[in-house]
């Protein structure tokens, strides 16, 4: 069984920075893969980013390419998001999942935090 608990979200001007965290609890952290979706309301839930259990692969949606970085501490079971240049388009709920491998797809991935909420004002 895995747990999932994210933080770090808030409320941040368009330009600026934010990191958000999730942290797990579970025996196969280190070789689960971890992803990052995010869900406006009204809207399906979407990929952000991923990251294998050693960190050697990462895929990330081309939205968020070149301004977010996922990366992992397996040391602290966490894994990060550091997202910057935000835009108020990524204004979302932000949740932490895991998956037996890294993958885009949202059906792959068996364990999923509660969310933490984005804010991104213009």
């Known amino acids: 069984q895995v747990q999932l608990v994210e933080s770090g979200g808030g409320l941040v001007q368009a330009g600026g920075s934010l990191r958000v965290s999730c942290a797990a609890s579970?025996?196969?952290?280190?070789?689960?893969?971890m992803g990052w979706f995010r869900q406006v309301p009204g809207k399906d839930r979407e990929f952000v980013a991923t990251?294998?259990?050693?960190?050697?692969?990462?895929y990330y949606a081309d939205s968020v390419k070149g301004r977010f970085t996922i990366s992992r501490d397996n040391a602290k079971n966490t894994v990060y998001l550091q997202m910057n240049s935000l835009k108020p388009e990524d204004t979302a709920v932000y949740y932490c999942?895991?998956?037996?491998?890294?993958?885009?797809?949202?059906?792959?991935?068996?364990?999923w935090g509660q969310g933490t909420q984005v804010t991104v004002s213009s």
């Open positions: 999942a895991a998956a037996p491998v890294p993958s885009k797809i949202l059906a792959r991935y068996n364990y």
């Open positions: 990251i294998s259990g050693s960190g050697g692969i990462i």
């Open positions: 579970g025996r196969t952290f280190r070789t689960d893969a």
